[in-house]
């Protein structure tokens, strides 16, 4: 099955990638979840569309995305969420509060779909955020989620 993706898709391809993916794939989860679109000719037109939005909103080329990289590293994220006792969150921190937490402290405006979280943070503590810049450069941060 051939798809244009609109997301980027962990280890299939970038917004605007016209690729061939396996039937039950494309149908049972990337078209339904949003990730792409069915090729068509038509379809094909958009290409282009994609690709200069993803160009406008994407880190220039590698000298850029090492600017941000020592940028982020050298920042101090603190994240207040709402919590029980023990430390324990209402619910959990997702992608958009840490984009926010990031700008707040000081830093660049991240895509939110470009952060790698590892697990669910349901909790207090500090967490290892990793940020991919570009395909050869990614950053990493320690996000602290304090009670608050």
């Known amino acids: 099955?051939?798809?244009?993706?609109?997301?980027?898709?962990?280890?299939?391809g970038a917004p605007g990638d016209i690729v061939e993916v396996k039937n039950g794939f494309g149908?049972?989860?990337?078209?339904?979840?949003?990730f792409a679109i069915a090729w068509t000719k038509?379809?094909?037109?958009?290409?282009t569309v994609i690709k200069r939005a993803r160009s406008a909103r994407e880190i220039?080329?590698?000298?850029?995305?090492?600017?941000?990289?020592?940028?982020?590293?050298?920042?101090?994220?603190?994240?207040?969420a709402r919590a029980g006792e023990g430390g324990r969150l209402f619910g959990s921190v997702t992608p958009a509060e840490i984009v926010d937490a990031v700008k707040a402290a000081g830093g660049p405006v991240l895509d939110r779909r470009r952060l790698e979280v590892p697990g669910h943070i349901k909790s207090t503590g500090t967490y290892p955020?990793?940020?991919?810049?570009?395909?050869?450069?990614s950053a990493k941060f320690d996000l602290n989620v304090v009670q608050g």
């Open 60 to 80: 220039r080329d590698l000298d850029h995305a090492n600017e941000v990289k020592a940028q982020l590293e050298g920042l101090k994220v603190s994240l207040k």
């Open 42 to 47: 038509g379809a094909e037109k958009q290409v």
């Open 1 to 12: 099955m051939k798809i244009i993706l609109t997301q980027e898709v962990s280890g299939l």
């Open 129 to 137: 955020v990793r940020v991919k810049l570009h395909p050869e450069v």
């Open 27 to 34: 149908r049972n989860y990337l078209l339904p979840q949003g």
